[in-house]
């Protein structure tokens, strides 16, 4: 079967389930896993869909939020990387939260007692923190990117100069013990970078799947970052080589 076929038979799966299994697809399509993980990131830069933890889904948050939140909720990874991340939340902090289904979530599990400041670049984030009467959000403004649903350009760029922030929880699309932090988009490993320096403390959150991918554009070496939270143990062979950096 050829790619084009391939990818065709993808999107019109996605017509019909909320989200598919990359190892279903697998399965479905006769081909290896790594087949259907390029295919899926190669529609995923034409903004046809939306990959997330282990699966895909169209490219709109609220299929994301119908499809990841009772995973969230039951003891899946990502929950165990939230209930990590937010220990590190503190009163009175100012925090930054780019954009990317992590944070969403982290987001959304502020404890509604804290008074913090957010500065993120993502509306769907903002939005998350309505109902948060303890938090002040600043939404940074530029040009607006619909397939990752963040704002980035020089007005982003210029807005966080201005800022003194306590922690950047960063999200990446993989981090590899050599090569460090990495993601598929060359503007926004910039502006990561960017973000990186208007914070003191600087924590990405990672599900176990982005251990070991390298992606295209390195934002980072991993001692670049304070803080690594992931949801197995800090000493698990799949951390080996992480040296450099406090694993959680």
């Known amino acids: 079967m050829l790619k ?21 697809l697998s399965n479905m399509l006769t081909v290896s896993y790594d087949s ?53 939340l503190k009163n009175n902090q100012i925090i930054i939260l780019d954009g990317g289904t992590t944070n969403f979530f982290l987001a959304e599990q502020i404890p509604k007692n804290l008074t913090l400041t957010v500065i993120t670049n993502s509306p769907p984030l903002a939005m998350a923190l309505n109902d948060h009467e303890n938090v002040e959000v600043i939404l940074l403004g530029g040009r607006y990117y619909k397939r990752y649903q963040i704002a980035m350009g020089p007005e982003v760029s ?3 100069k201005r800022f003194n922030a306590d922690i950047y929880f960063m999200g990446v699309n993989g981090i590899d013990k050599t090569k460090g932090l990495t993601i598929r988009n060359y503007e926004e490993s910039i502006l990561k970078q960017q973000m990186m320096a208007a914070a003191k403390n600087t924590i990405c959150c990672v599900v176990e799947e982005k251990i070991g991918v390298l992606e295209a554009y390195q934002i980072c070496p991993l ?26």
Do not use: C, M, W
């Not at 084009?4 to 279903?24: M, S, V």
């Open 4 to 24: 084009e076929e391939r990818q065709q038979l993808i999107l019109e799966h996605l017509k019909t389930a909320k989200k598919i299994n990359l190892g279903d």
């Open 223 to 248: 001692e670049k970052i304070n803080t690594l939270i992931t949801n197995i143990e800090p000493n698990s062979i799949s951390l080996l080589g992480f040296e450099g950096v406090e694993k959680v």
């Open 158 to 160: 210029n807005q966080l």
């Open 36 to 88: 259907v993980r390029r295919d899926v990131i190669e529609l995923e830069d034409k903004g046809l869909l939306k990959k997330v933890h282990g699966g895909v889904v169209s490219n709109s948050y609220l299929n994301i939020l119908s499809g990841q939140r009772k995973d969230v909720k039951k003891g899946g990874d990502l929950e165990i990387v939230i209930k990590k991340a937010v220990k590190f």
